[in-house]
């Protein structure tokens, strides 16, 4: 029986034999047991349902969105949350709930922009290091040395500083600081892999180092990569924010939440919903990367039981 005309009634199964008949049916096991792995950790469970959510949010913002997000209204400046203002109002009397759904739109581009550039070049990079060894490894890993002897935060701030404000400009430089460790993972595991049988077999049928680094070692360092990749999200968010706050990331009047956040430390005093409703949207969604990346770790862990 084909696996397109595989009964329902079986599908249980199917997915816990003991040999699968095909890769897909192989593929759709792991699969399950990640998803069985991912159910018993109810706090990974937690960030899931809550990235979903915020992906869901950014997804459907206009349709969300009570007010104009740009329309001020200095006779509803300050106002707290009510009725009419689920969020309040900020200084100039924007709908702060309107510009936090909004804003969800620039935080995740940003994270998964960054995310992006940074993990591939920091792969590349770790694997080509590992593998090829020598002087290669050395002025690689030197490389490596130098960009993580300043807090992430610090080289960022260096960066945009000389390319200037702006969102593009500011993925920029939180890829190029985010990048370095992922290069150290890499090469860490591309040292034990280039050791391996199946690698020295590989050599011997006459494939290229190229070759050897994109087909055989970066795949195996892959899973490594995306859990590190994924418990930096958090990372890369709070640098986002702290751009933004300084007022070298997203410009005024975007919605963005590290903006938000410095418009409103002014006010905390008397309007503390303004300072405090964006804060809050930092906090929960680095912690449901942090939470979700925890799981995915055990998920993608080839030594998890």
């Given at each position: ?16 034999a ?17 998803w ?30 009570t ?9 509803a ?30 935080t ?17 990079i ?5 593998y090829l ?21 610090i ?45 020295a077999?590989v ?75 964006p ?16 799981g ?10």
């Open positions: 029986m084909s696996d397109a005309s595989l009964p329902t009634s079986s599908l249980g199964a199917w997915l816990r003991p040999v699968p008949a095909s890769p897909f049916q192989a593929r759709m096991q792991a699969l399950w047991l990640g069985r792995r991912l159910r018993s950790n109810p706090p990974a469970l937690a960030g899931a349902a809550i990235l979903l959510l915020l992906v869901a949010v950014a997804v459907s913002a206009p349709l969300l969105a007010h104009d997000i740009y329309a001020q209204d200095l006779t400046r300050l106002r707290p949350p009510s009725a009419a203002h689920w969020l309040g109002t900020d200084d100039l009397g924007r709908d702060i709930y309107s510009r936090l759904v909004f804003g969800s739109r620039i995740l581009y940003i994270a998964f922009l960054a995310a992006l550039i940074a993990a591939p070049l920091g792969l590349v770790g694997t080509t290091a590992g060894g020598g002087w290669t490894d050395t002025i690689l890993m030197r490389l490596v040395d130098i960009f993580l002897s300043f807090p992430s935060l080289l960022a701030l260096a960066f945009v500083a000389a390319l200037g404000p702006g969102i593009e400009n500011a993925i920029i430089a939180i890829s190029l600081a985010a990048w370095p460790p992922i290069a150290r993972l890499a090469r860490a595991e591309t040292l034990t892999v280039r050791k391996s049988d199946y690698i077999a050599r011997l049928q006459g494939a290229s180092r190229l070759r050897i680094i994109l087909h055989h070692v970066v795949p195996m360092c892959l899973p490594s990569v995306i859990v590190r990749i994924t418990l930096n999200m958090a990372g890369i968010i709070l640098t986002a924010a702290g751009l933004g706050f300084l007022g070298l990331g997203a410009q005024p009047p975007s919605p963005e939440w590290g903006a938000m956040l410095s418009t409103g430390r002014q006010f905390v005093m008397t309007s503390w919903w303004i300072a405090a409703i804060g809050c949207a930092i906090l929960f969604t680095s912690l449901a990367f942090n939470l979700f990346g925890d995915l770790r055990d998920i993608l862990d080839p030594r998890h039981g």
